[in-house]
């Protein structure tokens, strides 16, 4: 779109490179104050000043300013507040500061004090005796102050007026002079534009300002900038603001600019739909790679850490790592090579292989170019999520990114770079010709690596030996006929987010990627669930891996030694290498995916209680205990599962969907409380061990608990918490555990319900009711499994076949599924790619896959 046209303002074009940068930089501040002067800089100087008016433009590019989010408007003039508000006319959403700063939006008269009421009338009455039969002098009576105008009389008639108040009640001390363009002001209080724009910054808690001014006075205001603020002298003269325009026109052409940088930055630009990106993993870190080839999530060393690259979070100003190819265009296509985790792009002449490789101890991206064209690249570290600005250092073979405490280095023999700045931080790009170059070219992204040498095995071939990785494993699978490539994608994205180092599992590769767009349910997922991860091992434990399983009971063990002899004391989710979470916090700095805001990292979900995760880690015990002989750290860690259900299963907590609101009895708690004694049962009689005395009574004891109070008479279902008319997906799991027979007609009928309450087409809603937090949510992925193993535990096997592909229509094209769907708008939402959306797609895969009539 052009910028005059989005902006309903002059284009600003003409203004000064480094001016646009700073002021699109300014614009991204979370909190923004934009304040300027009247006259000189909204208005042009005239000779009546009453007559002045502010242009068209200007008044355009201030009202839209006003209406945005987050952002606050300020006109700071010399004028009395009154002649202010009448000549400009702007709407009330703009703050008016007038008598530079003796009166804000209402007349400071009944806040002086008796003697100062006195003096400024004495100051009136020795001001009228100084100009009286003075041609061309003006006094300006205002509530706090007098103000000389000179600008109609003749020099020496001037400075004859201003020697005569500058003896007089200019010298008096109680009176503060200001000097502007020809005007002087007398006031008797202490007071100046930089105090006006003081008070105006605390009292409307911003964290940048942008000043425009033309006056003397305005020096005031520009000695208070300070950090991200930016100051703009309108005109000559000599001042304190870093930059320069030259009249109001061009006052106008920069609002226009703040208008339009403020706008993408709030509202987000053109997002590439979510589940169109695709996963890079070496079972340390992850990548995406949006379908045009650009890195745009990069989290290091870990998939918890920092992100190196973090566009998908905002725009280009977070780091990306871009390919493309000089022709332009978009790509022919994005496909993952089968069995592997190497993500190809191609155009015509041009093909990007993405991988993630070890390097020395630390991860290393290898992107690796090919053909016989030439592609452009664009290289935009920004480490800390942005926090930590870079330089960008030239060597031999590549670039050293200079900044983080990490060392990092690009790797790119043959390749010349031009270092460029892009705000505070620094940009490199180059234009490859591969034709010049013997059809490849090689980018390594070495990280905590500051060599640039060549390594001993090229990339090419570490890229070939990575792959084979991969194929070894997913080649080993017993995977189902029923969508057999599907399920191996899944798979292989489940292993993907597995952390060999540590044997834990990601719950997803992302933070902060919107279950609404442009609301605020956005959460950091980059953590081990206990649930969640042991759904994915067990997942994978079905397809015939049994690595996952026991590198995560391992994991999982060494937490609950941890807990001192309470496991019931576990918390629902830990970083990945098993430590505890800090404080959720908020990175105002950048505006989210399509404007979502606030981006989160951590989640305050770890000091919950959800005796929920109990029941999967259960199961997996039990399940790989059929796989291979148990050992004693298998007794131990179900031992101790059942301890804590014993301990905890009888109170409230906040459930599997982790509301922020009061604990209540959920019912898919308290089944999971009875399913986690369940698996323990049916492990030890698998193996033919004593049971434990009283977990068969426990056992019983939960299942008429919730049984009873879990039912809902007028629903004639179960709902989402004891009492609670509300409607939840997670109910299902009363047939689904095996806590009620198949054909049980409670079973079915809150199967019935869910359908009728919670399902949208081809997805299915967690619930409805009221969480607590503003805006709403997509449907569910694993939600819409759990309903397909419903309808086929029901005998709906047409019904379960049907949305299940619906469910494969809605993933990416390389066959990743974010963690929710919109219905409304056929997209993705949530966080991408998520554990529990491939763990639900392979499940029904496997069940499908089973003998019709034996679900």
Known sequence: MNERAEAGVLSPEPLDAALRAAAKQAARAPRLLIACDYDGTLSPIVEDPATARPLPEAVAAVRALAALPQTSVAVVSGRALRDLAALSRLPAEVHLVGSHGSEFDIGFVDALSPEQQQLRSDLVDALNGIVRRQPGVRLEIKPASVAVHTRAAHREVTERVLTAVHNGPASWPEIQVTTGKEVTELSVIQTNKGIALDALRTNLSVSAVVYLGDDVTDENAFARLRGPDLGVKVGPGQTLA???????IDAVRLLGLLLIARRRWLFGERAIPIERH??????????????????????????????????????????????????????????????????????????????????????????????????????????????????????????????????????????????????????????????????????????????????????IERQDENENYWKGWSGSLRLPDRAR?????????????????????????????????????????????????????????????????????????????????????????????????????????????????????????????????????????????????????????????????????????????????????????????????????????????????????????????????????????????????????AALWVGLSGLLPDDDPRFLATALKVEADLRSGPTVYRYKWDDGLPGAEGGFHLCTTWLIEAYLRTGRRTDAEELFAQLLDCAGPTGLLPEEYDPENERGLGNHPQAYSHIGLIRCALLLDRTPGKP
């Open 242 to 248: 870093r930059y320069r325009i030259g009249d109001p």
């Open 278 to 459: 695709s996963m890079l993993s070496n079972g340390q870190t992850v990548a995406l790679v949006a379908p045009d080839a650009q890195i745009n999530w990069l989290c290091y060393p870990k998939a918890d850490s920092s992100a190196v690259f973090a566009a998908l979070l905002g725009d280009a100003s977070a780091g990306h790592f871009t390919i493309s190819a000089e022709r332009g265009g978009l790509p022919l296509g994005q496909r993952y090579r089968r069995g592997t985790m190497t993500v190809e792009t191609r155009w015509s002449g041009l093909t990007v292989a993405d991988s993630l490789d070890h390097h020395n101890g630390g991860s290393s991206l290898i992107r690796i170019l090919t053909g016989t064209d030439r592609a452009i690249v664009k290289f935009a570290p920004r480490p800390e999520f942005g926090q930590v600005h870079v330089r960008l250092k030239q060597l031999d073979s590549g670039l050293l990114v200079i900044g983080p405490n990490e060392p990092i280095v690009l790797f790119s023999p043959g390749v010349d770079w031009e270092v460029f700045r892009e705000g505070d931080n620094e940009s490199a790009r180059a234009l490859i010709d591969l034709s010049e170059m013997e059809g490849a070219a090689v980018l390594e992204l070495r990280m905590s690596a500051s060599h640039i040498d060549p390594e001993e095995r090229p990339a």
């Open 485 to 729: 490539e599907e399920v191996l994608r899944s798979a292989l994205t489940l292993r993907g987010m597995w952390y060999r180092p540590a044997g834990s599992i990601l719950a997803a590769a992302t933070c902060s990627l919107p279950e609404e767009i442009g609301g605020v349910r956005n959460w950091d997922y980059r953590y081990c669930w206990l649930r969640d991860a042991s759904m994915a091992a067990r997942v994978l434990l079905d397809l015939g891996s049994v690595e996952e399983a026991e590198a995560l009971l391992r994991w999982t063990m060494k937490i609950v030694d941890g807990t001192v002899g309470h496991p019931e004391r576990l918390h629902p989710l830990y970083s990945l290498d098993g430590s505890e979470l800090g404080p959720e916090a908020v990175i105002e700095t950048l505006p989210g995916y399509a404007g979502s805001r606030p981006v989160r990292v951590g989640n305050a979900a770890t000091r919950q209680v959800q005796l929920d995760v109990f029941g999967p880690v259960a199961d997996l015990i039990c399940e790989l205990a059929r796989c291979r002989p148990p050992g004693h750290l298998d007794f131990r860690l179900m031992e101790a599962l059942v301890e804590a259900v014993a301990r905890r299963w009888h109170e409230p907590d906040n459930g599997l969907w982790e509301a922020r609101r009061a604990p209540e009895h959920y019912v898919y708690s308290k089944v999971m409380c009875w399913y986690t004694v369940d698996r323990g049962i049916s492990m030890y009689e698998h193996l033919s061990r004593h049971i434990p005395d009283g977990w068969r009574e426990l056992r019983e004891r939960i299942a008429d608990d919730v049984l009873t109070r879990g039912w809902h008479p007028e629903k004639q279902a179960y709902t989402i918490a004891y009492g609670d008319p509300a409607m939840d997906a």
